[in-house]
């Protein structure tokens, strides 16, 4: 937000970022349409953990950068604190859904704030595997106490919100999947791309390919996102599921091409779902040995530490949206 003082414009901004809770027995999340690329159906949330930023903006508080004025200031700190009030009276099943609580609940406390930006970052967990029955080591099961920690990709959200007279109004959003670690060993190739004297890529028709990979979405309607019936909700396991399930059924001649299938799929599958971004980041390993015995029995390893990085936004044509 800006503000006008002394022949200065401004824009101002502060907050509380990389709060963490862990919230046990969060209602669970049930209603979610299945797709052909996932078993993934719901979950339930016996552990919510969430890492919280909160980015505060509005001219309140300009007289504490300009004259030391703290009087409209809320202490960075009663912000990690209130995140953890809330963390505990959310009733709802969703990360989208916990930001959106939290954000409305913190402009209707401080009136001084004219909008803020949230965004929490999924702090993955998995049941661990433990015998089924007492003393049974032939079968197991998911824990329902016992989680471990997961260090790959997470789900993650963002949702901005201000002011529209005496209500509050959701803005701007963005909910992704973040940090894949995907490599294929075969059904990816690279060729025919320019050659001058600056190359000295080889042409592969089929290599491994290992990427990183972010994706995020927007809803056309965010009613979808925050309803509580979770029908047209978008869970970020069902878009990881289907990126990998792309990738692994579809011979790509490069990262472009890849990307844009898996586009084109979650836009096909989510009518909800109002535009797709990915970026990629390219870390296929350098071919090494190839044995003689069998061609496709190869070693490789880590490239050149500069890393290709392809991006790609697909949105619908007015003519493609679907009614929500």
Same mark, same amino acid.
């Given at each position: 937000? !800006?503000?006008? !003082?002394? $022949?200065?414009?401004?824009?101002?901004?502060?907050?509380?970022?990389?709060?963490?809770?862990?919230?046990?027995?969060?209602?669970?999340?049930? $209603? +979610?349409?299945?797709?052909?690329?996932?078993?993934?159906? $719901?979950?339930?949330?016996?552990?919510?953990?969430?890492?919280?930023?909160?980015?505060?903006?509005?001219?309140?508080?300009?007289?504490?950068?300009?004259?030391?004025?703290?009087?409209?200031?809320?202490?960075? #700190?009663?912000?990690?604190?209130?995140?953890?009030?809330?963390?505990?009276?959310?009733?709802?099943?969703?990360?989208?859904?916990?930001?959106?609580?939290?954000?409305?609940?913190?402009?209707?406390?401080?009136?001084? %704030?004219?909008?803020?930006?949230?965004?929490?970052?999924?702090?993955?967990?998995?049941?661990?595997?433990?015998?089924?029955?007492?003393? #049974?080591?032939?079968?197991?099961?998911?824990?329902?106490?016992?989680?471990?920690?997961?260090?790959?990709?997470?789900?993650?959200?963002?949702?901005?919100?201000?002011?529209?007279?005496?209500? +509050?109004?959701?803005?701007?959003?963005?909910?992704?999947?973040?940090?894949?670690?995907?490599?294929?060993?075969?059904?990816?190739?690279?060729?025919?791309?320019?050659? #001058?004297?600056?190359?000295?890529?080889?042409?592969?028709?089929?290599?491994?390919?290992?990427?990183?990979?972010?994706?995020?979405?927007?809803?056309?309607?965010?009613? #979808? %996102?925050?309803?509580?019936?979770?029908?047209?909700?978008?869970?970020?396991?069902?878009?990881?599921?289907?990126? =990998?399930? +792309?990738?692994?059924?579809?011979? !790509?001649?490069?990262?472009?091409?890849?990307?844009?299938?898996? $586009?084109?799929?979650?836009?096909?599958?989510?009518? =909800?779902?109002?535009?797709? !971004?990915?970026?990629?980041?390219? =870390?296929?390993?350098?071919?090494?040995?190839?044995?003689?015995?069998?061609?496709?029995?190869? +070693?490789?390893?880590?490239?050149?530490?500069?890393?290709?990085?392809?991006?790609?936004? %697909?949105?619908?044509?007015?003519?493609?949206?679907?009614?929500?």
């Amino acid at each position: 937000m !800006s503000g006008a !003082s002394d $022949g200065y414009t401004y824009d101002i901004s502060y907050g509380k970022a990389r709060v963490p809770f862990y919230r046990a027995y969060a209602q669970p999340l049930r $209603g +979610v349409a299945p797709i052909p690329e996932s078993t993934f159906t $719901g979950r339930e949330n016996i552990l919510f953990g969430v890492e919280v930023d909160i980015e505060v903006f509005g001219r309140n508080f300009l007289r504490a950068y300009t004259e030391g004025d703290n009087a409209n200031v809320v202490a960075t #700190d009663s912000m990690k604190n209130f995140v953890f009030r809330q963390a505990l009276a959310y009733e709802g099943a969703t990360l989208e859904g916990f930001l959106d609580f939290l954000g409305r609940q913190m402009l209707a406390t401080y009136a001084q %704030m004219e909008a803020l930006r949230v965004t929490g970052r999924e702090l993955a967990f998995a049941p661990a595997l433990v015998p089924a029955g007492l003393g #049974d080591v032939a079968a197991f099961g998911p824990s329902n106490v016992l989680f471990r920690r997961e260090h790959g990709d997470h789900a993650t959200a963002m949702l901005e919100l201000g002011r529209d007279g005496d209500g +509050v109004v959701l803005t701007r959003h963005r909910s992704g999947q973040v940090g894949f670690e995907l490599l294929k060993v075969t059904g990816s190739a690279f060729t025919h791309f320019v050659r #001058d004297g600056y190359t000295t890529l080889p042409e592969r028709v089929d290599r491994p390919l290992y990427i990183t990979m972010d994706i995020h979405w927007r809803y056309a309607d965010p009613i #979808d %996102m925050l309803a509580a019936d979770h029908a047209r909700y978008i869970p970020a396991e069902q878009v990881r599921d289907l990126a =990998q399930v +792309v990738f692994h059924e579809f011979v !790509s001649e490069s990262i472009q091409h890849l990307v844009h299938r898996m $586009g084109q799929r979650l836009l096909e599958r989510f009518p =909800q779902m109002a535009e797709v !971004s990915f970026a990629a980041r390219n =870390q296929t390993p350098d071919p090494l040995a190839i044995s003689d015995a069998e061609a496709r029995v190869k +070693v490789y390893s880590s490239p050149f530490p500069a890393l290709g990085l392809i991006e790609l936004t %697909m949105r619908r044509d007015d003519g493609q949206r679907a009614a929500p």
